[in-house]
């Protein structure tokens, strides 16, 4: 739908009234509204980049998640503010692993002798605390551009542990598990499900110390809802079309898709297809559209239609942006993202770790 002419044009104008002074960051599954006034836009870890790439910035407006807001905020200097246009933006997967959650799990650890051994990766899409989690407990943090990287530096980190290392995988299993067994060779048995809301994970002392990976049990609301039937039935009616999603799908949909990768790969992989070639698209539908409305050569599908937008990133809408950028030029910071000092120190360590990975 076309954006309100009115608000556009009072976004424009509040942008320009703040010039060098803001800097626009908008995750791809951001609505077209919203997007077209991005200074620049990108997957998660490209967002995290770029934050970090923008000193002369007094203002970042995080057109995103919360997480993802809290993750610039970590990157850059304590003078600059981040924004996030609604609070409400969070995301469900981030809320799956609580701090108190994690640590229970990691006292489980420590109790069947395993504690030492176990190296903690958390997704970008997680909370501060988890992410200062792992940088305490010599972890790393991953995005989908990154998780089979940050793997590998995980499992070499503890060369001397007897059986080898092990990775605890916060908060997407789906991320995890796809991960470990299509890039890093690990089988499913090797992959054991800690579930929060089961007394000692569901999981005995046993099959902890037999895991080479454990995953917690999150998942992408949006993500998670494609099934692979509906990747049987697109190929019956079309032989020719090619199935992308993203790794946050779950297993059984990543196994009987033809490409899986990152927002940013998925982009990559449209803009370089032939012209004429069919695909169905796993991922957020905002992404989605976008591809197909700027590549009308190609037929471009979203693979289920009965899965929805992501809700909490639809939140950030132009209304709510222009109140963000007015408020801004008019001198109040609303929704400011700050994350506390001691987080802040920890969580830095997780993320330059992951920064500093090779690719
Ligand atoms: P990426 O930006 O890492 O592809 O993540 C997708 C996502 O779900 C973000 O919330
Ligand atoms: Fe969270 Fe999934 Fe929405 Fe991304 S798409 S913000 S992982 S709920």
New binding site residues.
Partial sequence: AASDPDLVARARAAKEALGERVFVLG?H?QRDEVIQFADVTGD?FKLAREAAARPDAEFIVFC??H??AESADILTSPDQQVVLPDLA??????DMARLQQVETAWDAMAEAGIQDAVVPVTYM?SSADIKAFCGRNGGVVCTSSNAEVALEWAYDQLPDVEGGAKVLFLP?QHLGRNTAVLQMGLTLEDCVVWDPHRPSGGLTPEQLRDAKMILWKGH?????RFSPDVVDALRAQDPDIQILVHP?CRHEVVLKADLVGSTEFIIQTIEAAPAGSSWAIG??LNLVKRLADSHPDKSIAFLDRTVCY????NRIDLPHLVWALESLAAGTVVNRIEVDADTEREALVALERMLALPG
Avoid: Q, R, W
Wanted: charged fraction near 10%; charge should be negative; hydrophobic fraction near 30%.
């Fill in positions: 995750h599954y998660s995103g998640v997480f993802m933006a969070g995301c469900s997967m981030a899409n997407d992408c609301s949006v993500h998670g946050e991922t957020e992501c809700s909490t990133m």
